[in-house]
């Protein structure tokens, strides 16, 4: 049977909530690899890095980094600035760093596991 050719390019809403909450976690800790951001940061530079392709629901946004807080993984700085409304910045602790490289690593072995049964290859 011919291996079904690979879209181009998704399009917007065609990962289900499975993928995306699978995922979720592993988005978050790469989205504040690179500095401290308020949650509406972080759901920007996801949807953008994603090429508006993941947008997540603040309801989900904000329940996982409550709960990521809970596991160490990230903490939350609240931070008032004159003319803005006050904010929490969170930013990855050393724990988040550890969990973000253990995700890493093991979403790209699943991945390459992925690719070796649906790619198409038949060696």
Not at 17 to 27: A, C, F, V, Y
Not at 48 to 53: E, F, I, T, V
Request: glycine share 10%; hydrophobic share 40%.
């Amino acid at each position: 049977m011919p291996a079904a050719a690979r879209p181009a390019e998704p399009e917007a809403g065609v990962f289900n909530s499975d993928l995306k909450r699978g995922s979720i976690e592993l988005l978050i800790l790469s989205a504040l690899d690179d500095r401290p951001l308020h949650g509406y940061e972080i759901g920007k530079t996801i949807g953008l890095k994603s090429g508006g392709l993941i947008d997540l629901p603040v309801s989900t946004l904000y329940s996982t980094l409550y709960r990521m807080e809970d596991r160490a993984w990230i903490k939350g700085r609240w931070v008032e600035r004159a003319g803005d409304r006050r904010r929490c910045f969170y930013s990855l602790t050393a724990e988040g760093r550890r969990a973000l490289e253990a995700q890493r690593r093991e979403w790209y072995a699943f991945a390459a596991v992925i690719e070796r049964v649906v790619g198409g290859s038949h060696a």
